[in-house]
């Protein structure tokens, strides 16, 4: 821009010309245009701020409420599924351990220690490693057993629940159980019922016949015919064995 | 934009004691599900006191299989159990003329009634029970 008093060169911004000292026309209107044009651009900015200030506060809230309705559904889908979890945190920890828990077994099984076998086994949760399934037989077995071994000593001592009628009809029951689980099956593997297992399973039968004979008065020869006979029979051979009805 | 505020926060808050909720609610039922059943060793003493030897024997050997350091009194009824384990095996086997069998399952009766401490007049009434002669 020029002077118009000496044609000197002046910018806008200037009030006077800085070689004649001419008051600049222009100056006013342009400072006041600058006062308008800050004013404006202050309140915009304030603006700006406080409407980003309350999106990003806006947008943290519902990211929160995202964040804890994931946690919500996660959490209350655990609490329902818990035993599920649980299941697969104790599978894995036995799977961790297993050749302790196989040697564990195996020293139970020479033993033919049938009680401590199956408590070591529920202890420690052994149905749930695939590892060591070829105890599962010695297992199933050892639980029927059992349930007969406490059926039968305890003939003699009733109580009210507990009668000798009571424990009869158990020890007949179970014993089909029993027998059946010493059948080796079609679908099974022959690694649970060859070797040691094979004969734990045998000697678990030997003792179960001389277990019958003992607490049942059962004959050794009906002791033999035990596996083969119909529950209703054994029920029989057992009443008559300790003489709750005469013949 | 005040009730807005106000309405998120409650969310927020509910949201927050739902997950305190079903997180403690997980946890505890992680907990009942994974610990391991214990044994006290007043139960062994029931079974003793009502003549349930059967019972005893069961209870014994899960205690024993939790590998949990028994006290002295769960060590004494651990021998009572295996004393009248032994001596039911002992008759069933002496009536089948597994003598040897039934042997070795009286040395472990004599082992045992050495153990049993206090109990020791129990080895007795096992024996009755049983129709043995005392050993």
């Keep these: 821009m020029k002077c118009q008093q000496c044609g000197g060169n002046i910018g806008i911004q200037d009030e006077r010309c800085p070689y004649c000292q001419t008051p600049n026309p222009h100056y006013k209107q342009h400072r006041a245009e600058m006062f308008r044009y800050r004013k404006d651009y202050e309140k915009t900015k304030e603006e700006v701020i406080s409407k980003s200030g309350r999106f990003a506060g806006f947008t943290v809230k519902l990211t929160l409420i995202a964040v804890l309705a994931f946690l919500d559904v996660l959490f209350i889908a655990l609490a329902v599924n818990a035993d599920e979890v649980a299941w697969f945190l104790e599978s894995r920890q036995v799977s961790a351990e297993t050749s302790l828990h196989r040697e564990k077994l195996e020293e139970y099984e020479a033993k033919r220690d049938y009680q401590g076998f199956v408590a070591y086994y529920e202890e420690h949760s052994l149905y749930l490693a695939e590892e060591l399934e070829d105890f599962s037989k010695v297992y199933y077995a050892s639980c029927n057993y059992i349930y007969i071994y406490d059926a039968l000593v305890d003939l003699g001592q009733e109580d009210d629940y507990w009668t000798d009628e009571r424990r009869i009809e158990v020890i007949s029951d179970n014993l089909g159980y029993f027998y059946d689980e010493l059948k080796p099956r079609e679908y099974e593997d022959a690694s649970r019922y060859t070797g040691e297992h094979g004969r734990y399973l045998e000697e678990l039968k030997e003792d179960m016949g001389y277990l019958l004979c003992a607490y049942a008065k059962i004959t050794a020869e009906e002791a033999e015919d035990f596996p083969v006979m119909s529950d209703g029979r054994r029920q029989l051979a057992i009443e008559r064995g300790l003489g709750l009805y005469a013949d | ?135």
């Design chain 2, 1 to 135: 934009m005040r009730i807005k505020n106000l309405f998120f926060n409650l969310i927020i808050v509910a949201m927050c004691v739902l997950l305190l909720i079903s997180g403690g609610f997980f946890f505890l039922s992680l907990h009942d599900y994974m610990s391991a059943y214990h044994i006290e060793g007043t139960s062994l003493l029931y079974a003793i006191q009502d003549e349930d030897y059967g019972r005893l024997v069961e209870l014994a050997k899960r205690s024993q299989a939790a590998e949990n350091e028994p006290t002295k009194i769960q060590e004494e009824c651990y021998a009572v159990a295996a004393y009248f384990e032994a001596a039911s095996y002992y008759k069933a086997y002496l009536l089948a003329g597994e003598n040897e069998k039934a042997e070795k399952k009286a040395g472990i009766m004599e082992e045992q009634m050495e153990q049993m401490g206090e109990f020791s007049y129990l080895a007795e009434e096992i024996c009755k029970r049983l129709e043995l002669e005392i050993r």
